[in-house]
């Protein structure tokens, strides 16, 4: 038998749990973030249960039941006579190609984002829903306050106008056609639109391109947000199989094409929500090339491409258009602060329209807001900014698969996309991830349930977990408290069948 | 024959009109203002043409051709042996009950007021149109730049976050709620909803009630945006009989409900656009009650009613709308600034659909202004304000009204409307209110031709007049000179006729 090798010395883990967890748990979780932490590692012999209990000054018994819960968590093993082990992780899975049933729906399980948010309350322990983004990684309260302040003082004529350029105001179309370099685009800042958010982009797309009834084909699994606006405009959707690694099937959506009447393909080829895939740039060209021979206009979010900063990857899709038959919408809420949530939108041959329904629904766009971020954009520290963003959710990210991969069932599968702060989980067949939805947010935990991600019966046993919000050892607790709730479910369900 | 009044001593006028401008031109626009001002009142005699040309230090032909121009211009009349005399202006009439056909309409003759913008371009020499209202008038810069400075400051939080009042801040719902008790309402702020503006504020409104194909009733003439916003959304029109004073015609939009599939009523009962009319309370109450009967939704716009400050009549029919029937609209663009153009809808019944509708379609607000905007209403000058800006457009009106009676064609009808800066102007029939307006345009004059205020074929010998931008001695003579330009295509037309 290979000699072990050496454990760390061990100092006593301050406490961070709550004041009532009992002792056993506080050293199992001190534990296993040395674990997570990577300073106890795989194959690694742990103290043993004596000089744990000398260590953390409690009896052998509680530091037993310590090493028990561990154990129990898939975290470490025993091996008779040698002591406990830190188990090598499993080598955890990506999930495979989605495969949607191949007719359109239309969406009618109103509300997702509502019912989420709902879900999502306020006093919840953690939430990985992704609607309160941690402050500190975007841009500060400071330089977004004095960036205000100078467009409220330089366009101090402004507050007493409509505003005049219903498109937006040149400074910012001009910000954002520059920064459209960087995904291999070279709009005309003249063509472009800013929106109130790039949902709102998307919507004065769909509207330009749709009427009520009308297919739009889209990623699967697909934003929930997405749906809701689909939902609401009265449009059936087909979902597409799309890939974890490589986003939407181009065999699949060609078959679509010839076999339904899809009037749009919406889709976010670089960093998709949920799936966090991006199409390889081959692929990208082939999507544009087809849909233009087919004159069927993709609309393509870019909200993320920037999180690929430095990466060749990030180029888009519209990147290759020739004919305007892309429409490209983004927004700077991600990268920058969705505090100044405004999006942009450039419509290829459809700009007129968009620009139009912009100007008659009255969905007006306010100056100093649009100078304002004119200027952080043209901020030459912006792309070291995404450097810094970007290699701050790859940490954060693969910290987390580690915590998955030790937590959760064996079997559970999960998404390796190359940035974001998003991951796409596939758990047991048979496991509702309603069911640990519900579970998790009696503990102030939540997640966004996989059923959210489209419109057909697919994905209840998946969800997704974003991690944009805060990262401390809570919510590394929260995490692993999934999996264990999850590894619960998959312990009941044998009863149940025998019931 | 009575003795005439006896002339006020006139000294030579400063020079007003471009330098090029005939000398004849020049003393006649100078007396032409003595007679709008009032210093020559009805019945006056002018100074003799010797005099004249003594004081101006012009030829007795010119003067004497001066003098035939006003003639010409229905400013004086020539008593034989006695001189001139100021002429009493014609009596001028208002417009009648408007006659729309009885049957609804696809609204198909998009971007009306893309074509009015575009029409009034930079360097025009005097707009009517009320695209740009003039700045004094509304709250200045200053205070506004102050409000966003202090809302940057005081929630810079927010800088950094969505907002996740999806509504809009509860300061702000707050704020619209008080605002709304002087309309007669007791709104309740968490039923409120914060739009960009007030036009977005209706668009949700008739999302929520409407399905492309459906009829909704409007006042006629209305305001062109509405139309283009109904257009948009692919619904018909059908227009009702409205009368400048009083507003809708309750028995015709009862016959109109008896016979038509109406969905929905969207009307401004209180100065309603192009008209100014303001429906009587007892014909607000009826017409809720009407709406509410049959369960058809009135959508109402507010957005004038506080130019009526202080007046009993700026009382919304929202006030008396008992079940929710009634989805109130405004903003502030119109009586603070419309640099901050954020609107507010409550929507009785369909408060929860609009709501979500607005996050649906990612109509975000800014919490910023939403919060300077609090500020701004909350400040206690704001009431006061009002009823400087109430005073100051009644002024400007009726100077207006006065140029008009002189100046237009015999038979001319204008509207009177008890507040706001908007004129409504029936030519006589066979006079093409587009073909003047493409005359003066050359001349760098615009104002919005009868047609862009229906669906219909009416209103073509109708126009609007918007008094909010500038009103100086260059926007009196271009005034004036519409009314020239009018006649002389009255005296045209027999000839036309003959040929």
Same mark, same amino acid.
């Given at each position: 038998?290979?000699?072990?090798?050496?454990?760390?010395?061990?100092?006593?883990?301050?406490?961070?749990?709550?004041?009532?967890?009992?002792?056993?748990?506080?050293?199992?979780?001190?534990?296993?973030?040395?674990?997570?932490?990577?300073?106890?590692?795989?194959?690694?012999?742990?103290?043993?249960?004596?000089?744990?209990?000398?260590?953390?000054?409690?009896?052998?018994?509680?530091?037993?039941?310590?090493?028990?819960?561990?154990?129990?968590?898939?975290?470490?093993?025993?091996?008779?006579?040698?002591?406990?082990?830190?188990?090598?992780?499993?080598?955890?899975?990506?999930?495979?190609?989605?495969?949607?049933?191949?007719?359109?729906?239309?969406? +009618?399980?109103?509300?997702? #984002?509502?019912?989420? =948010?709902?879900?999502?309350?306020? !006093?919840?322990?953690?939430?990985?829903?992704?609607?309160?983004?941690?402050?500190?990684?975007?841009?500060?309260?400071?330089?977004? &306050?004095?960036?205000?302040? &100078?467009?409220?003082?330089?366009?101090?004529?402004?507050?007493?106008?409509?505003?005049?350029?219903?498109?937006?105001?040149?400074?910012?179309?001009?910000?954002?056609?520059?920064?459209?370099?960087?995904?291999?685009?070279?709009?005309? =800042?003249?063509?472009?639109?800013?929106?109130?958010?790039?949902?709102?982009?998307?919507?004065?797309?769909?509207?330009?391109?749709?009427?009520?009834?009308?297919?739009?084909?889209?990623?699967?699994?697909?934003?929930? !947000?997405?749906?809701?606006?689909?939902?609401?405009?009265?449009?059936?959707?087909?979902?597409?199989?799309?890939?974890?690694?490589?986003?939407?099937?181009?065999?699949? %959506?060609?078959?679509?094409?010839?076999?339904?009447?899809?009037?749009?393909?919406?889709?976010?080829?670089?960093?998709?929500?949920?799936?966090?895939?991006?199409?390889?740039?081959?692929?990208?060209?082939? %999507?544009?090339?087809?849909?233009?021979?087919?004159?069927?206009?993709?609309?393509?979010?870019?909200?993320?491409?920037?999180?690929?900063?430095? /990466?060749?990857?990030?180029?888009?899709?519209?990147?290759? /258009?020739?004919?305007?038959?892309?429409?490209?919408?983004?927004?700077?809420?991600?990268?920058?602060?969705?505090?100044?949530?405004?999006?942009?939108?450039?419509?290829?041959?459809?700009?007129?329209?968009?620009?139009?329904?912009?100007?008659?629904?009255?969905? =007006?766009?306010?100056?100093?807001?649009? +100078?304002?971020?004119?200027?952080?954009? $043209?901020?030459?520290?912006? +792309? =070291?900014?995404?450097?810094?963003?970007?290699?701050?959710? $790859?940490?954060?990210?693969?910290?987390? &698969?580690?915590?998955?991969?030790?937590?959760?069932?064996?079997?559970?599968?999960?998404?390796?996309?190359?940035?974001?702060?998003?991951?796409?989980?596939?758990?047991?067949?048979?496991? #509702?991830?309603?069911?640990?939805? &519900?579970?998790?947010?009696?503990?102030?935990?939540?997640?966004?349930?996989? +059923?959210?991600?489209?419109?057909?019966?697919?994905?209840?046993?998946?969800?997704?977990?974003?991690?944009?919000?805060?990262?401390?050892?809570?919510?590394?607790?929260?995490?692993?408290?999934?999996?264990?709730?999850?590894?619960?479910?998959?312990?009941?369900?044998?009863?149940?069948?025998?019931?």
């Amino acid at each position: 038998m290979p000699e072990p090798s050496q454990p760390p010395a061990l100092r006593p883990v301050p406490p961070v749990s709550p004041p009532d967890t009992p002792l056993y748990q506080q050293i199992a979780q001190a534990l296993a973030q040395l674990i997570h932490g990577g300073t106890l590692k795989a194959g690694q012999r742990l103290p043993s249960v004596r000089e744990t209990s000398v260590a953390h000054g409690v009896s052998i018994s509680t530091a037993l039941q310590a090493y028990r819960q561990l154990e129990e968590q898939g975290l470490v093993q025993a091996r008779p006579k040698a002591g406990y082990f830190v188990r090598r992780p499993q080598r955890i899975a990506q999930p495979g190609l989605s495969a949607p049933p191949q007719r359109s729906f239309l969406v +009618e399980r109103q509300t997702r #984002s509502e019912g989420f =948010a709902m879900l999502h309350q306020p !006093g919840d322990r953690a939430s990985f829903g992704g609607f309160a983004p941690e402050q500190s990684t975007l841009f500060d309260e400071e330089r977004l &306050r004095v960036a205000i302040g &100078r467009a409220s003082r330089v366009h101090r004529h402004s507050l007493t106008e409509y505003n005049k350029a219903d498109a937006g105001r040149p400074a910012l179309r001009q910000a954002v056609a520059r920064r459209a370099l960087h995904l291999g685009c070279a709009l005309d =800042a003249a063509h472009i639109v800013i929106t109130a958010s790039c949902t709102q982009a998307v919507s004065l797309c769909l509207r330009a391109v749709t009427q009520p009834g009308d297919v739009v084909a889209l990623e699967s699994p697909t934003f929930f !947000g997405y749906l809701d606006l689909i939902e609401s405009l009265g449009l059936r959707v087909l979902e597409i199989p799309t890939h974890p690694a490589t986003g939407l099937s181009l065999p699949a %959506l060609e078959l679509a094409l010839d076999t339904q009447p899809v009037k749009a393909v919406l889709a976010a080829p670089t960093l998709s929500n949920p799936l966090g895939s991006v199409m390889p740039m081959n692929a990208k060209q082939k %999507l544009v090339k087809l849909l233009a021979q087919r004159r069927v206009p993709l609309i393509e979010d870019v909200v993320f491409n920037d999180l690929l900063a430095g /990466d060749e990857r990030r180029k888009a899709a519209k990147s290759f /258009d020739t004919d305007g038959n892309v429409m490209v919408c983004g927004s700077f809420a991600k990268t920058l602060t969705p505090g100044i949530r405004l999006g942009w939108v450039e419509a290829g041959r459809w700009r007129d329209s968009v620009a139009s329904h912009k100007r008659l629904q009255g969905a =007006a766009t306010p100056v100093v807001l649009e +100078e304002a971020l004119a200027d952080l954009l $043209n901020q030459g520290s912006y +792309e =070291a900014h995404l450097r810094r963003l970007t290699t701050y959710m $790859n940490q954060r990210r693969n910290e987390a &698969r580690r915590l998955i991969a030790h937590h959760f069932p064996p079997g559970t599968k999960v998404s390796n996309p190359p940035s974001g702060d998003t991951l796409w989980l596939e758990l047991a067949p048979d496991l #509702s991830a309603m069911e640990l939805f &519900r579970r998790c947010a009696t503990e102030g935990i939540t997640f966004g349930p996989g +059923e959210f991600f489209t419109a057909t019966d697919r994905y209840r046993h998946c969800l997704r977990l974003n991690f944009s919000g805060p990262w401390t050892t809570l919510e590394m607790q929260a995490l692993a408290r999934i999996g264990e709730i999850a590894r619960q479910m998959l312990q009941e369900n044998p009863e149940k069948k025998r019931a």
